[in-house]
C-alpha cells in the first residue's frame, strides 16, 4: 500500500507540473478566432483571372513528337502530314487566387503569379459583389502585385503590422480562396522564418503550419492583433495538397514594394555590388567564427559601391545597418530595400576582426542583375559561386581560379546529370571560364531551352556533362 501511495503521489506531482508548465500556453490560446475573422474577413476577397491561349484543335495524344509512338504509326504519321499539329484556336484558360483591401478606395494586394499575363481581373467579395480590376504594378521578383478597383462607396481596409516582430510559435490565421472555396479560414502558428526556396534572389519567408492551397495565393497572413503580416503565397508539396508547410512573404519586404508600385508603377532597388554565399560550419572555422553567420563576399563588382567603400573578397557582413545578418539570404532583401543614394553602415569580418564600413547604396539595373547582391541564381538547378583562396582551402582544391558549383536542387537538370556541390566549371558550351565574370557573359548569351555543355573537374578528373532542359 505504501507503495501505491508513493507512486500515487508522484503521479500527482508530475501532472502538477506538468499543467503548471503548460498553463501560460493554453492561456495564450484565444478561445475563437470568429471575432478576428468576423472583423476583418470582409477585407480579403477572391481574385479571378482570365488569359486567352491558342490551342491545336487536335486532342492531344499521349506520344509527343512521336516520341515513345510504335513505329508503324510514327511511320503512318511523318508520310501523311508531317509536322502538322492542326489550327492553333483561342482559348479561355481561367485561374483563381486571393488579394486583401489595402485601401478605402480599393488598393488590393496579391501575388504577381495570380495576375500574371492575365487579360481579365475580376475580383469577388465576400457578400459576391464583382468588379473589373487593373494592374497598378507588379514585382516578379519579389512576387508582389498590386491591382486597383473602383468601388461604389469606402471600403473597409486591413492594417499593416511588423513581421519582424513575428516570433517562432505566434498564432497566425490565413484566409483566402483555396480550391474556389472562398473566404476558407485556417489557423496555425509561425513554423520558421527566414525560409529559402531557390526560386529568386529576394526570399525571405516566413514559415506557418496555417493550412494553405492552391487559391490561396495572395491572401493575408493575419497575427492575433488582426494585423497583415505577411502574403501567402507558396507550399511545399509533392501532392498539390497542404502538408502544413506554407509560405509567406513577409509584410516587411512588401511594403517598399507596394509603395512604389503605387506611386510610380515600378520598383527600385538598391545595389551594393557583392556576390555573396552562405557561410557553413566548415567555413566558420576557416574563417575563425564561432558559428555559421553572416555573407560570404565572393566577388566584388568593379566600380560598384562595395569597391568603393573598400570591400574585400573573403569578407564576411554580419550587420547591416544594425540588422544582424544570420542567414546569407537576409542582406539582399535589405539592400533592395535601402533607398538609392543613402549611406549605410555594414559590419564585416575581416582577418578574424570586427570593421565597419560605410557605403553609399546604388541603384540596381537591370544589366547588373547577373551579379546582385545575393547568390547566383539558379539555372537548370545549378547554382555557382566563385573560387576564392578560403573555399579552394576549405573544399581542398589546389586550383587558383574557376567557378565552383555551391548548390544542386533535387530532381533538376543538373541533379540528373550527376553534378555536386564542390564541383569546378572549367567550360560552358565550350568557353574556358576562369571567373564568375566569365560564367555571366557565357551564360547570358545561352538559350536556356537547349542543352548546354559543360566541362567539369571533379577531385583530379575532368569530364563533360550535358545540362538538357526540362521538356
Known amino acids: 500500500m505504501q507503495i501505491l501511495r508513493k507512486k500515487t503521489l508522484v503521479t500527482l506531482v508530475f501532472y502538477a507540473a506538468f499543467f503548471m508548465l503548460t498553463m501560460p500556453a493554453l492561456a495564450a490560446m484565444p478561445e475563437s478566432f470568429a471575432p478576428l475573422v468576423e472583423k476583418y474577413g470582409d477585407m480579403v476577397v477572391n481574385i479571378y483571372t482570365t488569359q486567352t491561349v491558342k490551342q491545336s484543335d487536335i486532342p492531344a495524344f499521349p506520344f509527343q513528337d512521336h516520341q515513345g509512338m510504335p513505329e508503324f504509326f510514327k511511320k503512318f504519321f511523318e508520310q501523311q502530314a508531317p509536322g502538322f499539329h492542326g489550327q492553333l484556336v483561342p482559348q479561355k484558360r481561367t485561374s483563381l487566387g486571393s488579394g486583401v483591401i489595402t485601401s478605402a478606395d480599393g488598393y488590393i494586394i496579391t501575388n504577381n503569379h495570380v495576375i500574371d499575363e492575365a487579360d481579365e481581373i475580376n475580383v469577388r467579395f465576400a457578400n459576391h459583389e464583382e468588379y473589373e480590376a487593373k494592374i497598378v504594378g507588379r514585382d516578379a521578383k519579389t512576387d508582389v502585385a498590386l491591382i486597383k478597383i473602383e468601388p461604389k462607396q469606402p471600403l473597409p481596409f486591413v492594417t499593416l503590422g511588423d513581421s519582424e516582430k513575428l516570433r517562432v510559435g505566434d498564432w497566425v490565421i490565413a484566409i483566402g480562396n483555396p480550391f474556389g472555396f472562398e473566404q476558407t479560414v485556417t489557423a496555425g502558428i509561425v513554423s520558421g522564418k527566414g525560409r529559402t526556396l531557390g526560386s529568386g534572389n529576394y526570399e525571405n519567408f516566413i514559415q506557418t503550419d496555417a493550412s494553405i492551397n492552391p487559391g490561396n495565393s495572395g491572401g493575408p497572413l493575419f497575427n492575433l492583433d488582426g494585423e497583415m503580416v505577411g502574403i501567402n503565397t507558396a507550399i511545399y508539396s509533392r501532392t498539390g495538397g497542404n502538408i502544413g508547410i506554407g509560405f ?9 514594394v507596394i509603395e512604389q508600385l503605387k506611386t510610380t508603377g515600378k520598383v527600385t532597388r538598391g545595389w551594393l555590388g557583392v556576390m555573396i554565399q552562405n557561410v557553413s560550419q566548415d567555413l566558420a572555422k576557416q574563417f575563425g567564427l564561432e558559428k555559421p553567420i553572416g555573407a560570404l563576399i565572393g566577388e566584388v563588382s568593379p566600380g560598384s559601391p562595395a569597391e568603393k567603400a573598400g570591400i574585400l573578397p573573403g569578407d564576411i557582413i554580419v550587420e547591416y545597418q544594425g540588422k544582424e545578418i544570420a542567414q546569407m539570404n537576409m542582406l539582399p532583401a535589405l539592400v533592395a530595400e535601402t533607398p538609392v543614394g543613402e549611406k549605410v553602415d555594414v559590419t564585416l569580418i575581416r582577418d578574424g576582426k570586427k570593421k565597419v564600413v560605410t557605403i553609399t547604396v ?37 586550383d587558383k581560379e574557376g567557378v565552383i558549383v555551391s548548390n544542386v536542387e533535387p530532381n533538376s537538370a543538373a541533379s540528373e546529370a550527376g553534378l555536386r556541390p564542390g564541383d569546378l566549371l572549367l567550360e560552358v558550351n565550350r568557353q574556358e571560364i576562369k571567373s564568375l565574370e566569365d560564367y555571366n557573359k557565357v551564360l547570358a548569351g545561352v538559350d536556356k531551352k537547349e542543352s548546354i555543355l559543360l566541362l567539369v573537374k571533379r577531385g583530379s578528373h575532368t569530364r563533360f556533362v550535358v545540362l538538357e532542359p526540362a521538356q
Open 248 to 256: 509567406a512573404i513577409p509584410i516587411n519586404m512588401a511594403k517598399s
Open 362 to 398: 546604388a541603384k540596381l539595373e537591370e544589366d547588373e542583375m547577373a551579379g546582385p547582391d545575393a547568390a547566383q541564381e539558379s539555372v537548370l538547378g545549378l547554382t555557382v559561386q566563385q573560387l576564392t583562396p578560403e573555399l579552394a582551402q576549405s573544399l581542398k582544391i589546389k
